[in-house]
T-cell receptor, first 112, second 113 residues
Framework: GNSVTQMEGPVTLSEEAFLTINCTYTATGYPSLFWYVQYPGEGLQLLLKATKADDKGSNKGFEATYRKETTSFHLEKGSVQVSDSAVYFCALAMDSNYQLIWGAGTKLIIKP | NAGVTQTPKFQVLKTGQSMTLQCAQDMNHEYMSWYRQDPGMGLRLIHYSVGAGITDQGEVPNGYNVSRSTTEDFPLRLLSAAPSQTSVYFC????????????FGPGTRLTVT
């Protein structure tokens, strides 16, 4: 079946460090891919998305590229801030239904 | 706009009790969903609705009921609470044209003892 695998956390970085959070997927067909972010004490919010191979989604300095050949959608940011501390979820969706398939989430901690 | 609102924020139940988690949205979204979030497991879909009067089961529907009598409201009922239902519950909504771009409420933390 369809699934999403994320790197386990927590990921701890210093402010201004480069961030990568790995996400790989298994899907029959061509899914759309998403990154959601959950700040402490809040609900999730959409961070970025990509709907076809080689698309790059970007928002708030974060980027992710839909790589069909490696079935990956890794999240990157060039210089993280303390305010980026949150849990990041990778997800996929197939057009055949209306359901998102979620990864387990990766907690990111940024130290000043 | 208030967005997606959920009540209560916290709840403690005893095994066997029933309760309703409330969810409302003021964005006129057609789609609404209920998820539970457990440590290390991401989000799991409980029930969802594509419009008023239409509901369907998600991945983990057992022990929960839903109804959708209006576009705005999508309550989740726990019929007979069990410790396995201890979790954080999120309601989400989206436009039918962008069903995967979901807006989430702040969550309800439920403990069943």
């Amino acid at each position: 079946g369809n699934s999403v695998t994320q790197m386990e956390g927590p990921v701890t970085l210093s402010e201004e460090a480069f961030l990568t959070i790995n996400c790989t997927y298994t899907a029959t067909g061509y899914p759309s891919l998403f990154w959601y972010v959950q700040y402490p004490g809040e609900g999730l919010q959409l961070l970025l998305k990509a709907t076809k191979a080689d698309d790059k989604g970007s928002n708030k300095g974060f980027e992710a590229t839909y790589r069909k050949e490696t079935t990956s959608f890794h999240l990157e940011k060039g210089s993280v801030q303390v305010s980026d501390s949150a849990v990041y979820f990778c997800a996929l969706a197939m057009d055949s239904n209306y359901q998102l398939i979620w990864g387990a989430g990766t907690k990111l901690i940024i130290k000043p | 706009n208030a967005g997606v609102t959920q009540t209560p924020k916290f709840q403690v139940l005893k095994t066997g009790q029933s309760m309703t988690l409330q969810c409302a949205q003021d964005m006129n979204h057609e789609y609404m969903s209920w998820y539970r979030q457990d440590p290390g497991m991401g989000l799991r879909l409980i029930h969802y609705s594509v419009g008023a009067g239409i509901t369907d089961q998600g991945e983990v529907p057992n022990g929960y009921n839903v109804s959708r009598s209006t576009t705005e409201d999508f309550p989740l009922r726990l019929l007979s609470a069990a410790p396995s239902q201890t979790s954080v519950y999120f309601c989400a909504s989206s436009y039918s044209g962008r069903p995967y771009e979901q807006y989430f409420g702040p969550g309800t933390r439920l403990t069943v003892t």
